[in-house]
């Protein structure tokens, strides 16, 4: 089992970056792709960004390329979500998510959940 918590979220402007961290308990951390997911107010919980076990391999969503980064340290149980040039619809609770599927975007196919952190962007 993997217990996550995400943490680094609050309020940045237009622009500005933001760096998420999830810390995650349980021997098996490697073992899982992780994931970060969003939701906003109103709306349904979407894919952000992937990584794989091993952190080869890395997925994210269109609208997010090029403007955020995740990477892994296995050793340290960790992931984390660089955010730069970010924008007002990016306001959302960011969430870390552990699968047991390879490369998946797919909110059923994620096994264990963070609380959430907060971001809002103002502009």
């Known amino acids: 089992q993997v217990q996550l918590v995400e943490s680094g979220g609050g309020l940045v402007q237009a622009g500005g970056s933001l760096r998420l961290s999830c810390a995650a308990s349980?021997?098996?951390?490697?073992?899982?792709?992780m994931g970060w997911f969003r939701q906003a107010p109103g709306k349904e919980r979407e894919f952000v960004a992937g990584i794989a076990w091993s952190g080869g391999n890395t997925y994210y969503a269109d609208s997010m390329k090029g403007r955020f980064t995740i990477s892994r340290d296995n050793a340290k149980n960790t992931v984390v979500l660089q955010m730069n040039s970010l924008k007002p619809e990016d306001t959302a609770v960011y969430y870390c998510a552990a699968s047991r599927y390879r490369g998946t975007m797919t909110t059923d196919e994620y096994d264990y959940w963070g609380q959430g952190t907060q971001v809002t962007v103002s502009s």
């Open positions: 349980g021997r098996t951390f490697s073992r899982y792709a």
